[in-house]
């Protein structure tokens, strides 16, 4: 099932329309009025892998509170939607995110308690249009919509346009990790071995799997590992050594699985 998101949001103040996809690429389109705050909310999709779109009219000839609160409040309802039932994901992640000077970490739990607890040391008014206030306050909003437990610190940095913006990546790259979703365990034992003493368990898709356990018990935990990621990110179903050398896969030389 995909998992995909609309959610409007009018108010007196604002009128935002969010599109998400959870396993999605990256890609956005986002237009809030605020150019740093759409710059921050492109970094969480980026590094994310999650599809985003957000549009936004807000009552800017105020200020930015309206905009950046409930830009944030939409996409972290429209998280919450596309996540759903909440089963079989990872639920925990971490990251740590450098920019230059700049060293921020995210800390995520999707508990399904609302909680955010956000430090980032601005120091300036504004970043472009955007207070520097609202920065931490976008991220707790975000937190509070979409039912998770978050922790944002900067660690160090020197220019605030840096600290904010390795927040967000952080960010981004945690919730990656927190809704990646947790495949089936398959357990290959050998009848050479105990049951205590069996093959360790590798989150191998079924996909992956052919019909012959000669094959399965001949593959090394390595070997698992190559079979997920070619699998996972190259699109190719195969169990076998020959297989791999039919779909003219060079596995000779290390391999960067970039994910």
């Not at 981004?172 to 003493?197: D, E, F, H, K, N």
């Amino acid at each position: 099932m995909a998992r995909r998101a609309q959610v409007r949001r009018t108010t007196k103040e604002t009128d935002v329309e969010v599109e998400l996809n959870l396993d999605g690429t990256g890609k956005s389109d986002i237009s809030t009025g605020i150019g740093f705050l759409d710059h921050m909310f492109s970094a969480m999709s980026k590094h994310g892998r999650i599809d985003l779109t957000l549009k936004c009219k807000g009552d800017l000839h105020i200020d930015d509170h309206h905009t950046a609160e409930d830009c944030a409040l939409t996409v972290g309802e429209a998280f919450d939607k596309a996540l759903g039932d909440r089963k079989d994901i990872k639920r925990f992640g971490h990251a740590y995110c450098p920019l230059d000077e700049a060293l921020s970490r995210a800390v995520v739990d999707i508990s399904s308690r609302p909680s955010a607890h956000i430090e980032l040391n601005l120091v300036r008014e504004k970043i472009g249009e955007l207070s520097c206030e609202m920065i931490p306050h976008v991220m707790e909003s975000f937190a509070t919509e979409a039912r998770i437990t978050l922790h944002v610190d900067n660690l160090k940095g020197k220019n605030d346009h840096h600290k904010a913006e390795s927040a967000f990546k952080a960010l981004g790259v945690a919730l990656r990790q927190v809704i990646a979703v947790l495949l089936p365990l398959l357990v290959i034992s050998s009848t050479r071995r105990s049951a205590r003493t069996q093959e360790p368990a590798f989150p191998v898709p079924r996909e992956c799997c052919s019909d012959t356990t000669s094959d399965l018990r001949a593959l090394n935990p390595s070997t698992w590992q190559l079979h997920f990621h070619l699998w996972r990110y190259c699109g190719v179903n195969t169990t076998s050594q020959d297989a791999i050398e039919t779909q003219k896969i060079n596995v000779s030389r290390p391999v960067l699985f970039n994910h």
